[in-house]
């Protein structure tokens, strides 16, 4: 079993819909969680971190943590075509690995108009 | 406020060769990590400085070191260069107190030949 695992993309949906990215973990002893934002051939942009179970709302970005089923997503109403990119779900392990970043695949996002 | 910054962009180099990628990160962070990005792939963890020290590694060999200077910039070097070794290098800067929000600079694009 993969440390972090995301739903396998790509996915697709249309402007002005919700986008759902999916992202569970392995660690019980996690911490902290994020998503990246990556546009092709750049690198990562923190988007969104959460740290206690619920939602956390930052414009049009949901994050949700509930850490008893190990799972983390990312929301993103009315999508944009410029929201087109790779997201990166970042799980920091507890522990002696406090601090290390442990990043799943990725699921590409495409936003058509 | 200065964001963090790597250099060199690019590299290309010749396998058995050595290489050293530098990084200076966000103003007021003291601790800087390296990851891997191999093409589709999500980072992966190389290993983390601070306080000029090695605070943790990932499952990389010993071929890949690095340092932390005084001023919190950072090198990593790899040395006896494979084919496998081109990637995306992204170093991260963060503080050691707090969530670890790890803020990625633009990325060193190594080739190997």
């Known amino acids: 079993q993969k440390e972090v695992e995301q739903n396998s993309g790509p996915l697709s949906v249309p402007e002005g819909a919700i986008a759902s990215l999916n992202c569970t973990y392995s660690d019980r002893g996690s911490q902290s969680f994020f998503w990246y934002r990556q546009y092709s051939g750049k690198s990562p942009e923190l988007i969104m971190f959460?740290?206690?179970?619920g939602d956390k709302e930052d414009g049009r970005f949901t994050a949700q943590l509930n850490k008893a089923s190990q799972y983390v997503s990312l929301l993103i109403r009315d999508s944009q075509p410029s929201d087109s990119a790779t997201y990166l779900c970042a799980v920091n392990a507890g522990g002696t690995s406090y601090g290390k970043l442990t990043f799943g695949q990725g699921t590409i996002l495409t936003v058509h108009p | 406020d200065a964001g963090v910054t790597q250099s060199p962009t690019h590299l290309i180099k010749t396998r058995g060769q050595q290489v050293t990628l530098r990084c200076s990160p966000k103003?007021?962070?003291?601790?800087v990590s390296w990851y891997q990005q191999a093409l589709g792939q999500g980072p992966q963890f190389i290993f983390q400085y601070y306080e000029e020290e090695e605070r943790q590694r990932g499952n990389f060999p010993d071929r890949f070191s690095g340092h932390q200077f005084p001023n919190y910039s950072s090198e990593l070097n790899v040395n006896a260069l494979l084919l496998g070794d081109s990637a995306l290098y992204l170093c991260?800067?963060?503080?050691?107190?707090?969530?670890?929000?790890?803020?990625f600079g633009p990325g060193t694009r190594l080739t190997v030949t």
């Open positions: 959460i740290y206690s179970n």
């Open positions: 103003s007021g962070h003291d601790t």
């Open positions: 991260a800067s963060s503080l050691i107190a707090g969530f670890y929000e790890q803020y």
